[in-house]
């Protein structure tokens, strides 16, 4: 368990550099699905096989093809992957690489120190995962979805067709 | 179970899933022939069975073209990403009680479902990838369209769960001993058949394809064996898809007298038939129909599903 | 056929004020002719169109180049002639049908004409085709570009001093400068097609419909700008189907020159035969016995059932419907057995004579004939449920395409697209030709002009195609199938062997071709898909000066655009395929 775990996690830094450092927005698209299903895998591997499931039909399915139709429906050429590359030169991404590290050094050491163990605790399937949302989160929950209507609600109102104007 | 049985076990499976989508394009072409008044393919070995060989042989040995003006990687990966999306989606299906790669795992619809989100991401990649602007708005139809019907497909499967009280696929079959959900859950099952034919872009919502209208759609820059994938994919589909509808709401492999793989197969393969019935009935709705009819008839239908589901479980089931 | 001479008391309808009275020239069939002048056409045009309560629809325009002409006795000096050709729609069918054709001559030294696009939005594509084949400019055309042939030509095909043939010109060669100019101008510019790149918001996507696309039915190109999947702009492409049609027609025989008509609209046979025989039994003043117009009428309308089926099985196919189209060609197969038994020939019979038709009908034809109408409407009310009460059929067809009686008179729509619209306006009825007036049938109408609508019209044709052809059976006349007359070609043969004279004609008939008096005589027919004319222009030779051929389906594919702006893709597939037309009928 320990050994997929290890390697789902692998995969998933990889693919997420990849996703900074790619010109072609849609080859960077593919490396984040790619992460977020190592992601998943993670999970998976701890025990959480319903927030994995989950992670994959809404984060890699949905929302990331969604990313995708976007980026299909803008038509970038030639011209605005060579404007990304001038875009990434070492002063943009030293900083963000530099904090990273430090957060990754933490990381190891907490992983080699052993203070944080990783263990798969227990099988956190989908019964618990809904007694625990609608038991102690309700609220929470009921929030969320307040949330989620508003801007269900909002969407439409921007999305209709008087933006035809301009 | 030794990890070498599973992996043999796998390996049937994908043998016999492999076949069964190209065979089934022998029997579809057979059966459109049929109802078609006109004979179908068959010259090649008896009653044209090994039609689906020729074709193989044929896409084989076919020149593999890249345009030069696609985005080869991605290219390459769609047809693969299609082809591997459905057959792992056939991981959770138990074929028997005994039988099935990982039928116990306790998300099993859920993974099913994750395979077919993921699925999407070929025919828009390969839209997408192709450069070519036929290809492109098949791409962006296909992303709309499956987007949406995959809502209505996991909305439609929630009264079944409800029932069954597991995600997991061998859980449901045995819950249908007594009923086959197709009965409390006609519903779900009519929506659930509709989505599906929607996820495998089959005729009448084969809108990403749609050959009236956008030559090939999607796979138009496509030849030889990333065709052939694509062409395998979207049979294998439809293979999941029935076994989906046969293990969900016909009881899988329960039935009387008869061995439980018999009773999978064909309850199966009528679903199959079904399908290719439709295809050769029905004209093709346009893109906003399309997306019309699932957002204001199949979402309400989906929801009230699972409204009035709940409340007769609630009502009726002893511990309230 | 009829030999009317123009009705003089009509003139003065036409005549422009205070100038004088245009003169008319006497022709061999019953259209008014009449000549004015360059500068007074579009005023005379105006008052016609005005002429309410009658609804004036622009035919034709076409163009004789009469620099070679010698037969002009009467006419006045023209190298080219401009000839509009109008025709007269209106509700009550009782009304006294009426075709005007007004001549406009034009001399080399200055070959312009004011563009009449004004006046009768159609006239946009038949003035760019005879700027494309005779050079002639229309001074405030809005879009005066070749239409047939390729915007890299140079020469205008159908002026008399242009070659016909290909031993008339050097050996054809390709250097690379010429292919890459060939290339260059194949290169996509939104600008020259009328279309922008952007609007405020978005950019928009050019999309290349055809010229090889499943859907297009034939080599027909539409250029669309999109956004999204919505159509902002179609603009038609045609002239991929173009052979020359009307340049062959003369320097074949006028005998020679009907399997060529076959190919005109090549799913219509005969019935493409029916305006072209006509036209030169007019000019030569034969008679055709009933038999023969009782048979010419039923295989016009056995070829109307063949085309139909082909339209309605193509139409639900365009829909996505895979089915139909199966069943519909094996009914059609069924029409083609009795063609084939009757003709020799399944789709090109070439099976009408100048006089007559080529031989009598052989034995056991009624039987054929018989079980087939037992056949058909049975079938008929099948496909009824299949695919006109579909529900997917009736969201995809109803309401889309629709366009109202007067757009339809003022584009040039004739056929089943105009009774879509609701007017019973049927050439066999309004000016009935062959035997049709001694034929009861019905003329089917549709209200709302949407592509359901034109489906529903040519369906119920079929069932009235079918009525005349029992009709047909039942009241088949006896006698000969060719007419007696010198000119009849090939001559009835068995009176060759009695006396000389009848010999030398048959010799000369069949050697060089009938010599056809000089004259000038149009001949339409209700074609398949609408309105099919030949306006044949005679110098007294063995072949004709001058040979137009009016298609329905040119004038229907440049309505396009009008009909399909604002609605999607899938829309304009729709429509194509209720459209009815082939390409060959309209690049001819």
Redesign the interface.
């Not at chain 2, 990403?81 to 009680?97: D, Q, S, Y």
């Not at chain 2, 005994?98 to 306790?106: E, I, K, R, T």
């Not at chain 3, 003169?23 to 009449?34: F, G, N, S």
């Not at chain 3, 369906?459 to 009525?467: G, H, T, V």
């Given at each position: 368990m320990n050994a997929l775990f290890t390697l789902a996690a692998i995969v998933a830094v990889i693919s997420t550099t990849m996703v900074v450092t790619r010109t072609v927005a849609v080859h960077a698209l593919l490396y984040l699905v790619v992460s977020l299903l190592a992601v998943a895998t993670v999970f998976f591997t701890l025990g959480a096989a319903f927030a994995a499931a989950l992670e994959v039909i809404i984060y890699a399915g949905a929302i990331m093809i969604l990313f995708v139709f976007v980026v299909m429906m803008l038509n970038l050429d030639r011209d605005d992957a060579d404007r990304e590359n001038t875009w990434l030169t070492p002063r943009v991404w030293a900083g963000p690489a530099l904090l990273s590290a430090v957060l990754a050094g933490e990381l190891l050491y907490a992983g080699i120190a052993g203070h944080g163990t990783i263990v798969a605790a227990r099988e956190v399937g989908p019964v618990q995962v809904g007694l625990a949302l609608f038991g102690p989160y309700l609220l929470a929950v009921e929030l969320a979805s307040l949330l989620l209507l508003a801007g269900l609600i909002s969407a439409y109102h921007l999305g209709r067709d008087s933006g035809r104007g301009g | 179970m030794t990890l070498g049985f599973g992996i043999l076990e796998i390996v049937v499976s994908l043998a016999a899933m492999l076949s069964a989508a190209a065979g089934l394009t022998w029997v579809e072409r057979r059966l459109l022939g049929f109802w078609q008044d006109r004979a179908g393919p068959n010259r090649v070995g008896p009653f044209g069975t090994l039609q689906a060989v020729a074709d193989g042989v044929k896409l084989l040995f076919k020149q593999d073209w890249i345009p030069p003006f696609a985005d080869r990687g991605v290219f390459i990966l769609a047809p693969a990403a299609g082809m591997a999306t459905v057959l792992l989606g056939f991981a959770v299906i138990p074929v028997t009680a005994g039988w099935s790669v990982a039928g116990h795992l306790n998300v099993g619809i859920l993974f099913f479902l994750a395979m077919t989100s993921l699925g999407v991401y070929s025919v828009v990649l390969g839209g997408w990838a192709s450069n070519n602007k036929f290809a492109l708005l098949g791409g962006m139809r296909a992303a709309a369209q499956m987007v949406s019907y995959e809502v209505f497909m996991g909305l439609s499967l929630l009264g079944t769960v409800m029932l069954a009280h597991s995600f997991s696929l061998v859980d449901i079959v045995m819950a249908q001993g007594r009923m086959w959900f197709i009965v409390p859950q006609f519903l779900g099952f009519v929506t659930f058949l509709l989505a599906g034919i929607a996820e495998t872009h089959r005729l009448p919502f084969d809108l990403p394809e749609g050959e009236n209208e956008l030559g090939a759609g999607f796979h138009t820059e496509y030849s030889g064996m990333k065709f052939g994938m694509f062409f395998i994919a979207e049979y294998a589909g439809i293979v999941l898809i029935a076994s989906m509808i046969t293990t969900l709401f016909l009881g899988g492999w329960l039935g009387p007298v008869l061995p439980p793989v018999v009773w999978f197969l064909l309850k199966t393969g009528l679903t199959i038939c079904f399908f290719i019935l439709l295809r050769a009935a029905l004209p093709r709705p346009r893109y906003d129909q399309l997306m019309m009819f699932g957002w204001k008839v199949l979402l309400p239908v989906c929801l009230l599903n699972v409204a009035v589901t709940g409340a007769a479980i609630l009502l009726f089931s002893p511990t309230g | 056929m009829d030999q009317t001479v123009v009705r003089s008391e009509s003139i003065p309808k036409v005549r422009p004020a205070g100038s004088a009275p245009a003169p008319v020239q006497e022709v061999r069939d019953d259209v008014e002719t009449l000549w004015v002048s360059r500068e007074t056409a579009g005023d005379v045009l105006t008052r016609l169109k005005r002429s309410a309560p009658t609804r004036m629809m622009l035919f034709d325009i076409t163009a004789i180049d009469e620099r070679q002409r010698t037969h002009r006795a009467g006419q006045p000096d023209s190298d080219f002639t401009i000839v509009y050709h109008l025709m007269q729609f209106d509700r009550a069918s009782k009304a006294p049908h009426r075709e005007v054709r007004i001549k406009v001559a034009l001399l080399m030294a200055s070959l312009t004409m004011p563009s009449m696009v004004d006046i009768w939005p159609n006239a946009n594509w038949y003035e760019r085709e005879i700027f494309d084949l005779f050079g002639i400019h229309f001074s405030g055309h809005p879009d005066l570009r070749r239409i047939l042939t390729p915007p890299t030509w140079t020469t205008h095909p159908l002026r008399k001093d242009h070659y016909a043939r290909a031993t008339e010109m050097k050996p054809y060669d390709l250097t690379e400068d010429r292919e890459f100019a060939e290339q260059e101008a194949l290169r996509f510019n939104p600008e020259a097609w009328g279309m922008q790149r952007r609007s405020?918001?978005s950019?928009f996507?050019?999309?290349?419909l055809g010229p090889n696309?499943?859907?297009v039915h034939g080599v027909f190109r539409i250029v669309l700008q999109l956004e999204g999947?919505e159509i902002v702009e179609a603009v038609p492409d045609i002239g991929f189907h173009h052979r020359g049609a009307e340049k062959m027609g003369e320097r074949q025989s006028w005998h020679s020159y009907i399997p060529y008509t076959d190919r005109i609209d090549y799913l219509g046979g005969v019935m493409n035969n029916f305006p072209y025989v006509m036209a030169v039994e007019q000019l030569a003043g034969i008679t055709v016995p009933p038999r023969a117009e009782m048979i010419r009428v039923m295989l016009a309308e056995l070829f109307r059932l063949a085309s139909h089926l082909v339209f309605y099985g193509t139409m639900?196919?365009?829909?996505?419907?895979?089915?139909p189209v199966?069943?519909m060609f094996?009914d059609r197969e069924r029409v083609f057995e009795i063609i084939e038994a009757i003709c020799g020939f399944r789709m090109h019979p070439a099976w009408f004579r100048i006089g007559g038709v080529a031989a009598d009908l052989p034995q056991g034809w009624d039987t054929l004939i018989r079980s087939f109408l037992d056949y058909l409407p049975k079938r008929l009310d099948e496909y009824e449920k299949?695919v006109m009460r579909?529900r997917?059929?009736k969201?995809?067809t109803v309401g889309v395409g629709a366009y109202s009686l007067d757009e339809a008179i003022e584009w040039g729509i004739t056929g089943p697209g105009l009774r879509a619209c609701g007017l019973d306006w049927d050439y066999r009825r309004r000016h009935p030709y062959s035997c049709y007036d001694q034929l009861e049938f019905d003329i089917p109408v549709a209200q709302k002009g949407d592509c359901y609508d034109r489906v529903v019209v040519h369906i119920a044709e079929m069932r009235q195609s079918l009525r005349i052809i029992r009709q047909c059976l039942d009241q088949m006349p006896g006698g000969p199938v060719k007419a007696d007359h010198p000119l009849t070609t090939p001559p009835p043969r068995a009176k060759t062997m009695h006396d000389i004279e009848t010999l030398i004609t048959h010799f000369l008939n069949v050697s060089w071709g009938p010599v056809i008096p000089a004259g000038e005589a149009r001949a339409c027919v209700e074609a398949t898909k609408g309105l099919n004319s030949y306006y044949l222009v005679s110098d007294g030779g063995t072949m004709s000066y001058r040979t137009r051929i009016r298609t329905p389906s040119f004038a229907h594919l440049q309505m396009i655009p009008l009909i399909s702006r604002g609605t999607?893709?899938?829309?304009l597939?729709a429509i194509i395929g209720s459209i009815d037309f082939v390409m060959a009928d309209v690049d001819r």
């Amino acid at each position: 368990m320990n050994a997929l775990f290890t390697l789902a996690a692998i995969v998933a830094v990889i693919s997420t550099t990849m996703v900074v450092t790619r010109t072609v927005a849609v080859h960077a698209l593919l490396y984040l699905v790619v992460s977020l299903l190592a992601v998943a895998t993670v999970f998976f591997t701890l025990g959480a096989a319903f927030a994995a499931a989950l992670e994959v039909i809404i984060y890699a399915g949905a929302i990331m093809i969604l990313f995708v139709f976007v980026v299909m429906m803008l038509n970038l050429d030639r011209d605005d992957a060579d404007r990304e590359n001038t875009w990434l030169t070492p002063r943009v991404w030293a900083g963000p690489a530099l904090l990273s590290a430090v957060l990754a050094g933490e990381l190891l050491y907490a992983g080699i120190a052993g203070h944080g163990t990783i263990v798969a605790a227990r099988e956190v399937g989908p019964v618990q995962v809904g007694l625990a949302l609608f038991g102690p989160y309700l609220l929470a929950v009921e929030l969320a979805s307040l949330l989620l209507l508003a801007g269900l609600i909002s969407a439409y109102h921007l999305g209709r067709d008087s933006g035809r104007g301009g | 179970m030794t990890l070498g049985f599973g992996i043999l076990e796998i390996v049937v499976s994908l043998a016999a899933m492999l076949s069964a989508a190209a065979g089934l394009t022998w029997v579809e072409r057979r059966l459109l022939g049929f109802w078609q008044d006109r004979a179908g393919p068959n010259r090649v070995g008896p009653f044209g069975t090994l039609q689906a060989v020729a074709d193989g042989v044929k896409l084989l040995f076919k020149q593999d073209w890249i345009p030069p003006f696609a985005d080869r990687g991605v290219f390459i990966l769609a047809p693969a990403a299609g082809m591997a999306t459905v057959l792992l989606g056939f991981a959770v299906i138990p074929v028997t009680a005994g039988w099935s790669v990982a039928g116990h795992l306790n998300v099993g619809i859920l993974f099913f479902l994750a395979m077919t989100s993921l699925g999407v991401y070929s025919v828009v990649l390969g839209g997408w990838a192709s450069n070519n602007k036929f290809a492109l708005l098949g791409g962006m139809r296909a992303a709309a369209q499956m987007v949406s019907y995959e809502v209505f497909m996991g909305l439609s499967l929630l009264g079944t769960v409800m029932l069954a009280h597991s995600f997991s696929l061998v859980d449901i079959v045995m819950a249908q001993g007594r009923m086959w959900f197709i009965v409390p859950q006609f519903l779900g099952f009519v929506t659930f058949l509709l989505a599906g034919i929607a996820e495998t872009h089959r005729l009448p919502f084969d809108l990403p394809e749609g050959e009236n209208e956008l030559g090939a759609g999607f796979h138009t820059e496509y030849s030889g064996m990333k065709f052939g994938m694509f062409f395998i994919a979207e049979y294998a589909g439809i293979v999941l898809i029935a076994s989906m509808i046969t293990t969900l709401f016909l009881g899988g492999w329960l039935g009387p007298v008869l061995p439980p793989v018999v009773w999978f197969l064909l309850k199966t393969g009528l679903t199959i038939c079904f399908f290719i019935l439709l295809r050769a009935a029905l004209p093709r709705p346009r893109y906003d129909q399309l997306m019309m009819f699932g957002w204001k008839v199949l979402l309400p239908v989906c929801l009230l599903n699972v409204a009035v589901t709940g409340a007769a479980i609630l009502l009726f089931s002893p511990t309230g | 056929m009829d030999q009317t001479v123009v009705r003089s008391e009509s003139i003065p309808k036409v005549r422009p004020a205070g100038s004088a009275p245009a003169p008319v020239q006497e022709v061999r069939d019953d259209v008014e002719t009449l000549w004015v002048s360059r500068e007074t056409a579009g005023d005379v045009l105006t008052r016609l169109k005005r002429s309410a309560p009658t609804r004036m629809m622009l035919f034709d325009i076409t163009a004789i180049d009469e620099r070679q002409r010698t037969h002009r006795a009467g006419q006045p000096d023209s190298d080219f002639t401009i000839v509009y050709h109008l025709m007269q729609f209106d509700r009550a069918s009782k009304a006294p049908h009426r075709e005007v054709r007004i001549k406009v001559a034009l001399l080399m030294a200055s070959l312009t004409m004011p563009s009449m696009v004004d006046i009768w939005p159609n006239a946009n594509w038949y003035e760019r085709e005879i700027f494309d084949l005779f050079g002639i400019h229309f001074s405030g055309h809005p879009d005066l570009r070749r239409i047939l042939t390729p915007p890299t030509w140079t020469t205008h095909p159908l002026r008399k001093d242009h070659y016909a043939r290909a031993t008339e010109m050097k050996p054809y060669d390709l250097t690379e400068d010429r292919e890459f100019a060939e290339q260059e101008a194949l290169r996509f510019n939104p600008e020259a097609w009328g279309m922008q790149r952007r609007s405020a918001n978005s950019d928009f996507m050019f999309l290349n419909l055809g010229p090889n696309h499943p859907s297009v039915h034939g080599v027909f190109r539409i250029v669309l700008q999109l956004e999204g999947e919505e159509i902002v702009e179609a603009v038609p492409d045609i002239g991929f189907h173009h052979r020359g049609a009307e340049k062959m027609g003369e320097r074949q025989s006028w005998h020679s020159y009907i399997p060529y008509t076959d190919r005109i609209d090549y799913l219509g046979g005969v019935m493409n035969n029916f305006p072209y025989v006509m036209a030169v039994e007019q000019l030569a003043g034969i008679t055709v016995p009933p038999r023969a117009e009782m048979i010419r009428v039923m295989l016009a309308e056995l070829f109307r059932l063949a085309s139909h089926l082909v339209f309605y099985g193509t139409m639900s196919q365009d829909v996505g419907q895979l089915s139909p189209v199966f069943y519909m060609f094996t009914d059609r197969e069924r029409v083609f057995e009795i063609i084939e038994a009757i003709c020799g020939f399944r789709m090109h019979p070439a099976w009408f004579r100048i006089g007559g038709v080529a031989a009598d009908l052989p034995q056991g034809w009624d039987t054929l004939i018989r079980s087939f109408l037992d056949y058909l409407p049975k079938r008929l009310d099948e496909y009824e449920k299949l695919v006109m009460r579909n529900r997917l059929f009736k969201a995809r067809t109803v309401g889309v395409g629709a366009y109202s009686l007067d757009e339809a008179i003022e584009w040039g729509i004739t056929g089943p697209g105009l009774r879509a619209c609701g007017l019973d306006w049927d050439y066999r009825r309004r000016h009935p030709y062959s035997c049709y007036d001694q034929l009861e049938f019905d003329i089917p109408v549709a209200q709302k002009g949407d592509c359901y609508d034109r489906v529903v019209v040519h369906i119920a044709e079929m069932r009235q195609s079918l009525r005349i052809i029992r009709q047909c059976l039942d009241q088949m006349p006896g006698g000969p199938v060719k007419a007696d007359h010198p000119l009849t070609t090939p001559p009835p043969r068995a009176k060759t062997m009695h006396d000389i004279e009848t010999l030398i004609t048959h010799f000369l008939n069949v050697s060089w071709g009938p010599v056809i008096p000089a004259g000038e005589a149009r001949a339409c027919v209700e074609a398949t898909k609408g309105l099919n004319s030949y306006y044949l222009v005679s110098d007294g030779g063995t072949m004709s000066y001058r040979t137009r051929i009016r298609t329905p389906s040119f004038a229907h594919l440049q309505m396009i655009p009008l009909i399909s702006r604002g609605t999607y893709i899938a829309d304009l597939i729709a429509i194509i395929g209720s459209i009815d037309f082939v390409m060959a009928d309209v690049d001819r």
